[in-house]
């Protein structure tokens, strides 16, 4: 039976012959990884070039479902298939680029790439073609991204259909992610170094042949070479090498091997500062976190902070910006205090003061409003001192825009809105339609969703319908007035909203899982299991969608499955009083009292007041002819969330049980005062109280 293999060697040529070894079908695609080459996607392009235009001469349906994400990170391959449509944030210039993307983004579109080859792969499968087989060479050297989309499709793929090979050397430096996936998805296998010829090449020779190969060679002579080589001979290569790849160079060799290059040099202050600049706004721009970081410390360390201080800026802000959602907030407050260190340029201030205060009021936890709001109060300062009146209103509004979200934050929703209202009204005013769109949609979000926030729903519906209209791919807007029509009782209009976000963007697994919650409000459970298993095909570890669907599968009597997916959100969080309830839950639907009550005794030990899982203890009790300790754990349950007619009714019932006829009574008399009583429930209980205190 086939299976992923992880081949480990030292040299590439070992391990490529170790992979030839395995049986190579027509449809083998070896893809070389080194990020050194053409940066986050290198080797992803040269599988999806190799994909592409079978699946979208075939099924152009299929490629069509994902176009944005297989050209997201790599949009050459537009040459192929043709562009993708684009949101706002793509089209204007970089320094009106106001909203970025992240890891998360690219963690998206990594999943809806796996599912194209998945699905690539199962009608290449059912047309009786040959199955498909992708070697990931230099894994080990590749940047995170690729190394998380390796991770994903060793996870997900069938390796029947699509199989990996991963290369790597034995002392990689693998992602967590991906060195857990090859432990539990691949067979590893050791490749034989191969016997050594002598090489006749000249020094000279093995130095070019290193810096023309972009320093990704693993050959001993050449490397050794190289390092003893002139310095000013290694600089003049690299710099023919860096002109030789600059013409019509993609996007991918532009974040990574013109910036190599250029770094070693005759020039890396200057020609080596300008490609780092430009490829570090390419990975901004695209939301490659982790090299945004890379590139951004690079630029650093070859920027003159004295010569370039707005270069030297840009590099700091943006490496502190790319930390955030690679969860290293201490470091990205400390890159805004190094700003704060080296200058009293307002600038400087300015734009490490807004960022320290989004770290607080977004990101540290616990959050932290009131210290953000002193660090935004001083963002928002400096920003009406700036002497050119045009760049004072901008960075006013920017400021005041944030300030806005803290506000909101604390609490403060009208004054969030009076400030964003004022903003709309001043850029209005100062600036043509077509200038900073983004900017101005941004602002335009905040206030819709603090008219939602402040019930105003109408108004923030018609808001978003607006925002739609601006910036109809994305998708965020989609959902948001999806939820507003879920407020206002109209389901048909959410999921509207929902179907045409999932045809449009990526596959966001937080997307489906709304869309399968509405699915089940409207009753379609089909559609809402489809939903939540797509969610945890992408990632099984999501606790809600786990529980959310066990809650599906209760509801149908599938008791195994529930269970199933409470004991795998168990093992990611053993101490969970929800999913421990759950379990109880599912004891007790299956008739097994006893047992429900241990595990719901775990939960209440996990939380004392969980209500739920009080609730269904009782029910166990009750069953187990305890009706006094069913009485006791509803009475906390009055306790904690107050008068409830369904609690009033349970407890009328368990004090019946314990023959206390006369509190059974005011239960259900007290339970018939209050909205939502269920009468019919409820009268036959009364009754059957007044007969016996009557002695009838």
Same mark, same amino acid.
């Given at each position: ?12 040529? +070992? ?21 050194? #080459? ?74 809806? !790439? ?29 940047? =995170? ?14 390796? %029947? ?25 691949? #067979? ?16 000279? %020779? ?76 390419? =990975? ?115 400021? +005041? ?39 101005? =949609? ?25 925002? !739609? ?21 109209? #389901? ?151 008068? +409830? ?16 006829? +006369? ?34």
């Amino acid at each position: 039976m086939p299976a992923h293999l992880r081949i480990v060697g030292e040299r590439r040529t +070992d391990r490529s012959r170790r992979a030839t070894e395995e049986p190579y079908g027509e449809r083998a695609v070896v893809a070389g990884c080194h990020q050194r #080459l053409r940066g986050p996607y290198t080797g992803v392009d040269t599988l999806l070039r190799a994909m592409l235009p079978e699946a979208y001469g075939r099924w152009p349906e299929l490629v069509e479902r994902h176009r944005v994400e297989l050209l997201y990170g790599v949009p050459e391959l537009a040459e192929l298939v043709g562009e993708a449509p684009q949101q706002l944030a793509f089209k204007g210039p970089f320094e009106e680029r106001t909203r970025f993307y992240g890891s998360q983004m690219i963690r998206c579109m990594n999943q809806g !790439i796996v599912t194209f080859l998945n699905e690539h792969a199962r009608r290449l499968a059912e047309a009786g073609d040959p199955s498909l087989l992708v070697v990931f060479e230099d894994a080990h050297a590749a940047e =995170s991204s690729t190394q998380e989309l390796i991770a994903l499709l060793l996870r997900r793929a069938d390796p %029947e259909r699509l199989r990996v090979l991963v290369c790597t050397t034995s002392t990689a430096a693998l992602t967590e992610e991906l060195e857990g996936a090859l432990a539990r998805h691949a #067979l590893s296998v050791h490749a034989v170094p191969g016997e050594r010829s002598l090489d006749g090449r000249s020094a000279e %020779e093995l130095v070019r042949a290193h810096v023309m190969a972009d320093g990704i060679g693993d050959d001993p002579a050449e490397l050794a070479a190289y390092e003893a080589a002139d310095p000013e001979f290694v600089r003049r290569l690299h710099d023919l090498r860096a002109e030789e790849l600059s013409v019509g160079a993609d996007v991918g060799t532009r974040m990574g091997a013109i910036p190599y290059h250029r770094e070693r040099g005759a020039d890396p202050g200057g020609l080596g500062r300008e490609a780092l600049t430009d490829g570090l706004r390419i =990975s901004a721009e695209i939301g490659f976190s982790a090299m945004t970081l890379d590139m951004g410390l690079r630029g650093r360390a070859v920027t003159d902070p004295v010569a370039h201080p707005d270069d030297f800026r840009r590099f700091t802000a943006l490496a502190a910006n790319a930390l955030v959602p690679l969860h290293r907030l201490e470091e990205s407050f400390d890159l805004y205090m190094d700003l704060r260190r080296r200058y009293t340029d307002p600038n400087a201030h300015m734009i490490s003061s807004y960022g320290i205060a989004m770290l607080y009021t977004r990101f540290f936890s616990p959050r932290d409003h009131e210290t953000a709001l002193a660090w935004q109060n001083n963002a928002v300062a400096i920003a009406a001192l700036l002497p050119d009146a045009r760049e004072r209103t901008l960075r006013q509004v920017f400021n +005041d825009n944030a300030l806005a979200l803290i506000e909101m934050h604390r609490g403060n929703l009208e004054h969030g809105l009076d400030l964003i209202r004022v903003g709309i009204e001043r850029l209005d005013a100062m600036l043509e339609p077509d200038e900073w769109v983004v900017h101005r =949609s941004q602002l335009l979000y905040n206030r819709t969703r603090l008219l939602a926030a402040l019930g105003r729903v109408d108004e923030a519906y018609a808001d978003f319908t607006v925002l !739609i209209e601006m910036d109809p791919y994305y998708t965020d807007y989609l959902c948001e007035r999806a939820k507003i029509s879920r407020r206002r009782g109209d #389901l048909d209009a959410a999921l509207a909203d929902y179907d045409r976000a999932v045809t449009m963007a990526p596959p966001f697994p937080e997307l489906y899982y709304n869309r399968g919650t509405a699915r089940l409000d409207a009753g379609d459970v089909e559609g809402a299991l489809a939903d939540f298993d797509y969610v945890l095909e992408m990632e099984p570890d999501d606790v809600a969608t786990r529980m959310r669907r066990a809650e599906v599968f209760l509801g149908l009597g599938d008791f195994e499955a529930a269970e199933a997916d409470v004991v795998a959100g168990l093992d990611l969080r053993p101490t969970d009083p929800e999913l421990l309830c759950m379990r109880g839950t599912v004891a007790l639907e299956r008739g097994d009292a006893e047992r429900a009550a241990r595990l719901l005794d775990t939960a209440l030990d996990a939380d004392p007041g969980y209500a739920a899982a009080l609730v269904n203890r009782a029910v166990a009790h009750f069953e187990l002819g305890h009706p006094r300790a069913a009485v006791e754990d509803l009475t906390r349950v009055l306790d904690l969330l107050g008068p +409830d007619p369904d609690v009033l009714l349970n407890r009328g019932l368990a004090h019946e049980a314990a023959g206390s006829a +006369d509190l059974a009574l005011r239960d259900v008399e007290t339970a018939l005062e209050l909205p939502g009583a269920d009468v019919a429930e409820l009268e036959p209980v009364r009754e059957r109280c007044r007969r016996q205190l009557s002695g009838v």
